[in-house]
């Protein structure tokens, strides 16, 4: 097939046309002509064979603006084909073949008058105005106002819809007609039967009513006799019911009488038995006044040895454990984002976790470092995992914090924050913080502090010479709390137990030690790629806050950075499942299933929704 060559100012209109118009065109083609016009554009990673027919269209159209000219080649097999697949314009045109129709076009293109001609063809056809002007629209023809008045010859679609319904209402006028003409006659003939029985029935039913008459008006006089008869039975009813009522009344008043002077009786009684009483409770009280007297001072001691009791618990659960964790030996020096993600890579699978998902999680990992995330391991070997990350980004510096059970005061301070970064000025070195078991209190109650100051990092609000690296553990059991939306909102949570892992000898970590420019660096611009709801499946995106947004956002952004390349898939497991299965714990398969996972997320979705 050749191509048809658009020229300059054709393809200036037509980069004009919205996103929605071009692919409004697409889908007037029949689906088997479609699916042979989508594979020619360029194919996506991350989707099964035929899910992403939208997604290729809305990248390639997007890009008009920088088309080269094999893709305007590809735009012009496009109109090719949708031409070729109307027979009306095939039979019109005059071809078989698609080199038939090719010759068609560019003798059109070549000979002005070849090209009108054509168009009165066409418009004196059966074609409708809006498919003719959709056939121009997409097309390399120069469009003028001859061109613009022809197509105003064709009929529109609403008169050839009109010509039809009037020719099949004018034929089913006629027999309408027809039929009504032979109702009218038999009509007639029963109706002139009908009016002579109905005269003979009226003068009987006239005979019939006098008589009736006569009837009733002595009915109604016998009525009214009985009406009188019946207004004196009630007369003398009523006076007699009243006679009746009086009789039990009377009655009832002389036994009211005889209970209320029982009760009087019974209740001077009463009185007596309590005052008694009252006697006698006075004298117990006295004595054992005398023996509350003698036991006070055992009570009060009582009472201190309690308040010693929660004081010492009270302190319990607002003490702060800090421990710092040192690692011997020379560490390797990381100056560059590559040698970041290779040592992290090889300590995970020296820990024993298998290659590819070791090669997986450190790049999520460093992508969350580098944009200033709160890191999250949980499952049974998350304290594991989280040393060993520790130990290879700056093993100089690491600080554990024992989160304690039931904390409703701030664990770590404003105060305590900035005397980290005075360490980390000090020294020159990024320090690491690991929480331990951050879930076993309510992190909205103890960790505002914490949470602001890293979401002002997440968002560029807060930007320090040389930063903290923030990783946590989560426990799992009925005595601690569950995941929450403001964890999730500032970081991602990895599960340890749904990562590959082998069952060689475990190595320890080899020490690293992070440039610190590398975690300062200023975020990038992005101009070429989607919103964040295209690359998302549909229905999670609105069920994350802003603050959760806006960290996917620049998780992303990161990911790019570091790999232009990358799959869209890898926030799956860290990021978007935690998410949907917090907010949406049924719905998780039907919403990843149009999208590819790896074996770790499909692990993870299995298990997190058979045990919901």
């Known amino acids: 097939m050749k191509i048809i060559q658009y020229p300059e100012d054709r393809r200036k209109v037509i980069v004009g046309y919205s996103l929605e118009e071009l692919k409004e065109f697409f889908y007037q083609m029949p689906s088997a002509i479609r699916l042979s016009a989508i594979k020619r554009l360029p194919k996506q990673n991350g989707f099964r064979e035929g899910k992403d027919t939208d997604y290729r269209l809305n990248l390639f159209f997007r890009r008009m603006n920088r088309w080269n000219e094999a893709e305007w080649g590809i735009f012009s097999k496009i109109w090719l084909s949708w031409t070729a697949s109307n027979d009306q314009f095939r039979k019109l045109l005059s071809f078989r073949t698609g080199e038939e129709l090719e010759d068609v076009i560019e003798k059109m293109m070549k000979d002005p008058e070849e090209s009108s001609r054509v168009l ?52 089913q006028m006629g027999t309408n007609f027809k039929n009504q003409e032979d109702l009218y006659k038999m009509f007639f003939e029963t109706t002139q039967g009908n009016l002579s029985m109905l005269n003979s029935s009226i003068a009987e039913i006239r005979r019939e009513i006098e008589e009736v008459t006569e009837v009733q008006n002595e009915i109604a006089q016998i009525s009214n006799e009985f009406k009188f008869i019946g207004n004196k039975t009630a007369t003398l009813n009523d006076e007699m019911d009243v006679l009746s009522n009086l009789i039990p009344s009377l009655v009832s008043n002389n036994e009211h009488f005889k209970k209320q002077l029982e009760s009087l009786v019974e209740r001077t009684n009463e009185h ?7 006697s006698s409770n006075y004298s117990r009280l006295e004595i054992s006044l005398n023996e509350i007297n003698s036991n006070e001072d055992i009570t009060n001691k009582a009472w201190g040895m309690r308040d010693i009791q929660h004081a010492a618990a009270t302190e319990k659960v607002d003490s702060f454990i800090e421990r710092n964790i040192v690692f011997q030996g020379e560490p390797t020096k990381l100056s560059s984002i ?15 976790i298998k290659l590819a998902d070791a090669k997986s999680v450190s790049f999520e990992v460093l992508c969350a470092v580098l944009s200033n995330q709160f890191v999250m391991f949980s499952g049974s070997m998350s304290m594991i995992v989280a040393e060993y990350c520790a130990a290879s980004l700056s093993s100089h510096a690491i600080k554990i914090i024992k989160v304690p059970i039931g904390k409703t005061g701030e664990l770590v301070s404003e105060e305590r924050i900035e005397s980290w970064l005075n360490e980390t000025r000090a020294s020159g070195l990024p320090l690491v913080v690991i929480f331990d078991g951050i879930n076993r209190s309510a992190f909205e109650i103890y960790g505002s502090h914490l949470k602001k100051y890293i979401s002002e990092r997440i968002v560029g609000l807060r930007k320090e010479y040389v930063p903290i690296i923030f990783l946590a553990t989560l426990l799992e059991g009925a005595s601690v709390l569950g995941l929450s939306k403001e964890l999730l909102d500032i970081g991602p949570v990895f599960n340890t137990d749904y990562l ?18 590398l ?14 709801e295209d690359l998302l499946p549909n229905g999670i995106i609105e069920h994350g806050s802003v603050l959760w947004r806006k960290t996917l956002a620049v998780t992303y952004k990161t990911m790019i950075e570091i790999n232009p390349s990358f799959d869209f898939t890898s926030v799956n497991f860290g990021w978007l499942i935690p998410m949907t299965m917090l907010q949406l714990p049924d719905h998780v398969e039907q919403l990843f299933d149009e999208v590819e996972l790896d074996e770790r997320s499909k692990a993870l979705i299995k298990n997190m929704t058979a045990e919901v």
């Open 120 to 171: 009165r063809s066409i418009v004196s056809g059966e074609i409708t105005q809006e498919l003719i002007r959709s056939w121009l629209k997409f097309s390399p023809f120069y469009i003028d106002m001859e061109t613009l008045w022809l197509v105003t010859l064709a009929p529109t679609q609403h008169y050839r819809k009109l010509q039809n319904r009037l020719d099949a209402l004018e034929e």
């Open 272 to 278: 007596e038995r309590y005052f008694n009483d009252l």
């Open 338 to 352: 590559e040698s970041i993600a290779s040592h992290l890579k090889n300590n995970f699978n020296r820990l024993g």
């Open 500 to 517: 590959g892992w082998s069952y060689k000898s475990t190595t320890p970590s080899i020490p690293g030690e992070i440039d610190p420019c």
């Open 519 to 532: 975690l300062t660096r200023s975020e990038i611009e992005i101009n070429d790629y989607l919103e964040l």
